[in-house]
């Protein structure tokens, strides 16, 4: 089991463009969270994703959208980018139910120019 | 609104020395709390978390409500304790961890 993974590895946009980034969760997992790390900072809670819905999300515009396939595989859309958006962006993936451990992926690091 | 903060963004420390990462929180109901790490080139990991009340590597952390406290300790520092620590909380019943900046520990062979 590869854990969880995502693509692409590295993304270079232009200011006003759009992006998406995926994740494949870990084997057996159903719950999907996604985080944006900027530099220097800790992860910050976008949005979790079960049963193909949206559950919580954190303090994000709504530029930030996302989606959970009938796989469990989830996107990232950002639209409209602006340079703040730069940041590693992290996917968390876990078997649904509270109190349990969440499995972090390797990031998709976004650059916006 | 819940807040962690770590002080020390960066702290070295002797192989053999104890060590000590702080982290304060500020959360009105009830936490659950966290260490992740992330050792060089690898993605981040659940190190421990205070529910759990165990030793991961010889680390431990208690949970301070009083002093709104979870540092992380481990008596005799190893050069594979080098790595980036973070701290989270997260409330029970919630998706959301909230980390903190982060500290990068670097064990001085």
């Known amino acids: 089991d590869a854990g969880v993974t995502q693509s692409p590895t590295h993304l270079i946009k232009t200011r006003g463009q759009q992006v998406t980034l995926r994740c494949s969760p870990k084997s057996g997992h159903d719950t999907v969270s996604w985080y944006q790390q900027a530099l220097g900072q800790g992860p910050q809670f976008i949005f979790q994703?079960?049963?193909?819905?949206?559950?919580q999300r954190g303090n994000f515009p709504d530029r930030f959208s996302g989606h959970q396939f009938p796989n469990y595989s989830s996107e990232l859309n950002v639209n409209a980018l602006l340079l703040g958006d730069s940041a590693l962006y992290l996917c968390?993936?876990?078997?649904?139910?509270?109190?349990?451990?969440?499995?972090f992926g390797p990031g998709t690091r976004l650059l916006v120019l | 609104a819940q807040r962690v903060t770590q002080p020390e963004k960066l702290l070295s420390v002797f192989k053999g020395a104890p060590v000590e990462l702080k982290c304060n929180y500020s959360y009105s109901g009830s936490p659950e709390l966290f260490w992740y790490v992330q050792y060089s080139r690898q993605r981040l990991q659940l190190l421990l978390r205070h529910i759990s009340r165990e030793s991961i590597k010889g680390f431990t952390a208690d949970l301070n409500k009083g002093e709104t406290s979870f540092h992380l300790k481990k008596p005799f520092a190893q050069e594979e304790d080098s790595a980036m620590y973070y701290c989270a909380l997260r409330d029970f019943g919630n998706e959301k961890l909230t980390f903190g900046t982060g500290t990068r520990l670097t064990i001085i062979p």
């Open positions: 994703y079960y049963e193909e819905e949206e559950r």
């Open positions: 968390a993936s876990r078997v649904g139910g509270s109190g349990v451990t969440q499995y």
